[in-house]
């Protein structure tokens, strides 16, 4: 069985796709099997994807159906490299649309945003149970290193 072309557009977030993006932060929560908490997030999201200077890019795959999938990137300093990197925070594309290409269009297209600011390296994490998302990403040419993520809750730690 052959499947139809899925037709979509990749385009930079607007503030009119905050609710949807916390939904599919919710979903790629779920997915990861991870605990997300929604609350507060709308404000917080806007203050750093609209301001004059943004510090979180949000890329969004749309068809007529609506939003399909979404990744988060900024733009981080390594010490090692003595350069700037491109962080993918997050890539997330909804169950039904897997498949379509609709993941490496979106890499492809922060790729692209990495050319334009002269950023030669891309970084992100993914856990160890989404081992599809690491075939792809070894698919594409990635490499992995083993290490451990810390979290330091800075409330619980200060009181």
Request: glycine content about 4%; charged content about 25%.
């Amino acid at each position: 069985m052959q499947m139809s072309k899925l037709k979509y557009t990749l385009r930079f977030a607007m503030p009119q796709d905050i609710d949807e993006i916390i939904k599919m932060c919710q979903e790629h929560a779920n997915y990861e099997k991870a605990v997300y908490y929604p609350e507060g997030k709308a404000i917080q999201l806007e203050q750093h994807l609209f301001h004059s200077t943004p510090t979180l890019y949000c890329i969004i795959a749309e068809s007529e159906q609506g939003i399909l999938a979404y990744s988060t990137y900024m733009k981080e300093f390594s010490t090692w490299e003595a350069d700037y990197y491109f962080h993918m925070d997050c890539l997330f594309v909804r169950e039904p649309v897997r498949n379509h290409g609709i993941g490496l269009a979106m890499i492809q297209k922060m790729i692209s945003h990495a050319v334009e600011l002269n950023i030669k390296l891309m970084q992100w994490q993914t856990p160890e149970l989404n081992t599809r998302a690491i075939q792809f990403y070894h698919r594409l040419g990635a490499q992995s290193k083993k290490k451990l993520r810390m979290y330091l809750d800075l409330e619980k730690f200060l009181n």
